[in-house]
Nanobody, 126 residues
Framework: QVQLVESGGGSVQAGESLRLSCAAS????????VGWFRQAPGKAREVVVT????????YYSDSVKGRFTISRDNAKNTLNLQMNSLNAEDTAVYYC???????????????????WGQGTQVTVSS
């Protein structure tokens, strides 16, 4: 059984940074396409970043490009999201997502992913 557990969310001021982490059991981040999504209040869930580092560049949404960085810690089997220069528009629940696809779609959607974490809240005050 696959379980994904996010951590690292919180409340920060605009311009500050946060690092999210997703720990997996029953799943290896090194094999498949994985990523982070987010859902702001009253909005649909949207992709933040998807990656399979071994198969090409990561896909970042335009709204986070240059500020967020995804990484893996293979020894700990965690998926991390470093978020810098946060602004109020980044306020959302952030979800770790894992797929059974080896290669990520060039236009990723929720449907590409089979497993989801419970989400972690990120609140940015301006």
């Amino acid at each position: 059984q696959v379980q994904l557990v996010e951590s690292g969310g919180g409340s920060v001021q605009a311009g500050e940074s946060l690092r999210l982490s997703c720990a997996a059991s029953g799943y290896r981040f090194t094999v498949y396409c994985v990523g982070w999504f987010r859902q702001a209040p009253g909005k649909a869930r949207e992709v933040v970043v998807t990656t399979n580092i071994d198969y090409g560049p990561s896909y970042y949404s335009d709204s986070v490009k240059g500020r967020f960085t995804i990484s893996r810690d293979n020894a700990k089997n965690t998926l991390n999201l470093q978020m810098n220069s946060l602004n109020a528009e980044d306020t959302a629940v952030y979800y770790c997502a894992a797929s059974l696809r080896v290669r990520c779609s060039p236009r990723p959607t929720e449907d590409d992913f089979s497993y989801w974490g419970q989400g972690t809240q990120v609140t940015v005050s301006s």
